[in-house]
């Protein structure tokens, strides 16, 4: 499990969801747009739905478990890239658009 740390939370997720996250979140932040993220909690407090506004000035990071390359998935990318520039935000959600359930947890 890889991890996207920001100013207030680690959300864990498999190191291909997060390589996809990735990609969109950095290809925002240099077009200097910012974004809602949303998910969904899938650890302690199960099914809750969270949300984080995210700017280029946001400081993040991203932890993976593998060192290993994650091939993207073109169609995938295009999906996360339509969904972060939408009203609603950027969703964190499978290949198939399926909400993938993270792990949260707050840093403070």
Request: no cysteine.
């Given at each position: 499990m890889g991890s996207f740390i920001s100013a207030d939370w680690a959300l864990r997720?498999?190191?291909r969801v997060l390589?996809?996250?990735e990609y969109v979140v950095i290809q925002q932040f240099r077009r200097g747009e910012?974004?809602?993220l949303t998910?969904?909690?899938g650890g302690a407090n199960g099914g809750i739905e969270r949300s984080l506004w995210l700017s280029p000035s946001t400081a993040v990071g991203f932890e993976f478990e593998s060192p290993?390359?994650?091939p993207l998935e073109l169609a995938w990318i295009a999906a996360l890239s339509a969904a972060a520039g939408s009203v609603e935000g950027l969703r964190i959600v499978d290949a198939d658009g399926r909400d993938?359930?993270?792990a949260t947890e707050p840093l403070h």
């Amino acid at each position: 499990m890889g991890s996207f740390i920001s100013a207030d939370w680690a959300l864990r997720m498999d190191d291909r969801v997060l390589t996809h996250l990735e990609y969109v979140v950095i290809q925002q932040f240099r077009r200097g747009e910012g974004f809602v993220l949303t998910w969904v909690d899938g650890g302690a407090n199960g099914g809750i739905e969270r949300s984080l506004w995210l700017s280029p000035s946001t400081a993040v990071g991203f932890e993976f478990e593998s060192p290993d390359p994650v091939p993207l998935e073109l169609a995938w990318i295009a999906a996360l890239s339509a969904a972060a520039g939408s009203v609603e935000g950027l969703r964190i959600v499978d290949a198939d658009g399926r909400d993938v359930p993270v792990a949260t947890e707050p840093l403070h």
